[in-house]
């Protein structure tokens, strides 16, 4: 068997919605009405904190795939003054996000047992308003979200293999800048974070297999399993790796914007950056690089996502643990490819709903544990009742 990314074909109903003229596919995308479709003809469950679960019409799998959504569209017209991190949220709202992913998770992991069967990957995807809003690959809907996604791998083995070349799978030479320069340093910085349930991994230990992927990234093995996800202090942890990601990429790119920049002004650790970072050789030459390609190369510095943009997973790996991991996210591809998962969408409405019976009876128990736990109220569809 061949290791390396998979592309996978995953078939889809057209969405009947209709783009007003002169309004661009991502426009709209961004409108409250967009978001008005994803409750109506997709929206499982909604709660007092506006998180919204609903299933992807243009999904990652058709075996299990759902999203939780911070619909702050109607409270927050502008789309580039919404949350779309965590850190960004009321401590109400994210004691709930929490307990949903918790649920969520656990759920996926006693539906889809067997790690030698399934791939099974939960995460978020930063949505920063780092570009305009009309460039291409920019995220459609400007909005916290989670992904809580299952894979077959039987398919994924069937499946043919991806250029390992393709942009969205190596981040357009992000990530071997951070391979090559900065991974120790990284390392470093990270070590000085309180952890306790997370404990840091690497190599084998974190990559599937199959696929090669996540390719020497930042990873940690969440000590405990799915039992620490009960625990507060977990999702602590979890937003530290966060933390710890948004001042190291936020000092870099400010490197790479000015030469010997001070600690950004909204770190968290101002001064672990300056002992860590700004003191660190192979940290400034690897934004000397950038800075200089950028000065040399118009269409580069265009492409360059000045504020840091990443992606968040927790998955299982091939022995059964759960993994978390980051990694910048400098072109705007799939949260799947962080794992060597290149999904084509094809429109195919008789192969769609062939599979749609058993991902909707999974989504509809996941529902009811939700509603059991006090997370929400179903929604009613054309597709499936109230409760």
Not at 58 to 86: A, E, M, Q, W
Not at 119 to 146: K, Q
Not at 275 to 291: D, G, I, P, Q, Y
Request: aromatic share 10%; glycine share 6%; hydrophobic share 40%.
């Amino acid at each position: 068997m061949k290791i390396g990314p998979r592309q996978i074909s995953v078939p889809f109903r057209p969405i009947p919605l209709d783009v007003p003229e002169g309004m661009k596919p991502n426009e709209f995308f961004n409108s409250s009405e967009n978001l008005a479709d994803l409750a109506q003809n997709n929206g499982l469950l909604i709660n007092n904190e506006d998180l919204l679960l609903y299933r992807k019409a243009l999904g990652h799998s058709n075996l299990f795939d759902c999203s939780v959504i911070y619909n702050t569209s109607k409270s927050i017209l502008n789309p580039l003054g919404r949350p779309v991190r965590r850190t960004q949220v009321p401590n109400s709202v994210k004691n709930t996000w929490n307990r949903m992913n918790q649920i969520i998770i656990a759920f996926m992991l006693e539906e889809f047992p067997d790690a030698d069967k399934y791939l099974i990957l939960a995460g978020e995807a930063s949505l920063d308003s780092t570009w305009p809003i009309t460039s291409p690959g920019v995220p459609s809907i400007r909005m916290l979200h989670n992904h809580f996604i299952v894979f077959d791998k039987k398919q994924l083995e069937n499946a043919e293999l991806s250029d390992p070349k393709n942009p969205n799978l190596t981040d357009g030479g992000q990530h071997s800048l951070f391979a090559n320069y900065m991974e120790e340093v990284y390392a470093e910085f990270q070590s000085k974070l309180a952890f306790d349930i997370l404990k840091p991994i690497a190599g084998e230990a974190s990559s599937l297999s199959l696929t090669g992927y996540p390719q020497g990234l930042p990873s940690w093995e969440v000590t405990g399993g799915i039992d620490s996800l009960k625990n507060v202090k977990f999702w602590d942890e979890y937003d530290l790796v966060l933390k710890g990601f948004l001042d190291f990429y936020r000092t870099f790119f400010s490197q790479v914007s000015c030469r010997n920049s001070e600690v950004p002004k909204e770190a968290y650790f101002p001064e672990l950056i300056e002992n860590t970072l700004l003191f660190n050789t192979c940290f400034l030459s690897a934004a000397k690089k950038v800075r200089d390609k950028c000065i040399d190369d118009p269409k580069y510095s265009s492409s360059i996502r000045w504020q840091p943009a990443f992606k968040q997973l927790i998955y299982r790996n091939d022995q059964g643990k759960l993994i978390v991991t980051i990694s910048q996210n400098s072109i705007g591809n799939a949260i799947t490819e962080l794992l060597g998962v290149v999904v084509k969408r094809v429109p195919d409405a008789d192969a769609y709903e062939a599979a749609e019976p058993a991902l909707l009876e999974k989504l509809l128990k996941l529902r009811s544990r939700l509603v059991e736990a006090d997370l929400g109220e179903g929604i009613e569809t054309k597709y499936w009742k109230k409760d």
